[in-house]
């Protein structure tokens, strides 16, 4: 599956954006989808998750700011992300695979595909 990531930008301290996933290829409706991050400097981390089922899991750094969601006629999944602040910059890239479990969410090595990123920058 090929996916495209979108909706980055520079936004102010305390400010939202909403990202978008949109796969190609094949329907998302059977895979889990997740949303990483990397910070220059720093290792890619996990931010959120969404299960088949539409069960959410979400990094300590983000809960309760960040919502992941999907719309699967559009095939599309989302990540809100509101009251951001300047350590939210990074590159964020949506991730999938095939025969993903879903206590292996958070382990970037357990994906295959993957979307190729969209700069948030956020502004102090």
């Known amino acids: 599956v090929q996916l495209q990531a979108s909706g980055g930008g520079l936004v102010q301290a305390g400010g939202s954006l909403r990202l978008s996933c949109t796969a190609s290829?094949?329907?998302?409706?059977?895979?889990?989808m997740t949303w990483f991050r990397q910070a220059p400097g720093k290792e890619r981390e996990f931010v959120a998750a969404i299960t088949r089922s539409r069960s959410e899991y979400y990094s300590e750094l983000v809960k309760g700011w960040f919502t992941i969601s999907r719309d699967n006629a559009k095939n599309t999944v989302y990540l809100q992300m509101n009251s951001l602040k300047p350590e939210d910059t990074a590159v964020y890239y949506c991730?999938?695979?095939?025969?993903?479990?879903?206590?292996?969410?958070?382990?970037?090595?357990?994906?295959?595909?993957w979307g190729q990123g969209t700069q948030v920058t956020v502004s102090s």
């Open positions: 290829g094949r329907s998302l409706s059977s895979y889990h």
């Open positions: 991730a999938t695979s095939a025969g993903l479990i879903i206590s292996s969410l958070r382990l970037e090595n357990q994906y295959n595909s």
